[in-house]
């Protein structure tokens, strides 16, 4: 049974920093990880979805990559702003006969202006 | 393009209550999955459709909550009757076909005293 670790579980960090969010997974016959941001009172935004062949994603000041082998996922944030405070969600899907995402219990980052 | 649209957001009961929820996923996709989302926690797949046909309820605890999705569309999460437990945010989600990236609406928050 897939399970997913985030690590740490809250981050206080100065506007302006770059900083990087953990995910970790212990079956690595993932077919992709994905990224989420939740922020409070509203659903989960899709950030960025890696797929098992690729070791990592770019969008904006956002990077994700994707280690199978060690089981490891990492969100690096660059340049940190106010509006990144949320709660950030990994979730891992391994396929097989159900799609249902896999997440860990989530990051929340708090960006001191 | 609309989001998927979920109500009400908000609902408290008391416990041995019965309560339902309402989602309408985004427009063509042919999976839904509602999951569960304990304070604290990353949300938990209840139950995945593929248009009206269930996918996985593996971890519906059938003896208190249903399920339906009448013509492949909108769908309904019931709890009958509610525990104490079953406080959490439930989330709507759907994607076009499977496997594909899910898209979540805001979620019912539920409280139950």
């Known amino acids: 049974k897939q399970e997913v670790t985030q690590i740490p579980a809250a981050l206080s960090v100065p506007e302006g920093e770059n900083l990087v969010l953990n995910c970790s997974f212990t079956d690595s016959a993932i077919y992709n990880l994905q990224w989420f941001r939740q922020d409070p009172g509203k659903g989960l935004t899709s950030l960025l979805l890696?797929?098992?062949?690729?070791r990592e994603q770019t969008s904006g000041r956002l990077n994700a990559s994707l280690d199978k082998s060690s089981g490891r996922s990492t969100l690096y944030i660059a340049a940190s702003q106010p509006g990144d405070s949320a709660t950030y969600l990994c979730?891992?899907?391994?396929?097989?006969?159900?799609?249902?995402?896999?997440f860990g219990k989530g990051t929340h980052l708090i960006i001191q202006p | 393009e609309a989001g998927v649209a979920q109500s009400p957001r908000y609902k408290i009961i008391e416990k041995r209550q019965s309560v339902a929820f309402w989602c309408n996923p985004i427009?063509?996709?042919?999976?839904l999955y509602w999951y569960q989302q304990i304070l604290g926690q990353g949300p938990k797949l209840l139950i995945q459709?593929?248009?009206?046909?269930?996918?996985?309820d593996s971890q519906l605890p059938k003896d208190r909550f249903s399920a339906e999705r009448l013509k492949g569309v909108d769908s309904t999460l019931k709890i009958q009757p509610a525990k104490l437990e079953d406080s959490a945010v439930y989330l709507c989600a759907s994607s076009l076909d499977r496997p594909n990236i899910q898209y979540f609406g805001a979620g019912t928050r539920l409280s139950v005293l």
């Open positions: 979730a891992a899907y391994s396929g097989g006969g159900a799609d249902g995402l896999t």
């Open positions: 427009s063509g996709h042919a999976t």
């Open positions: 890696i797929q098992s062949s690729q």
């Open positions: 459709f593929q248009n009206n046909g269930v996918v996985d």
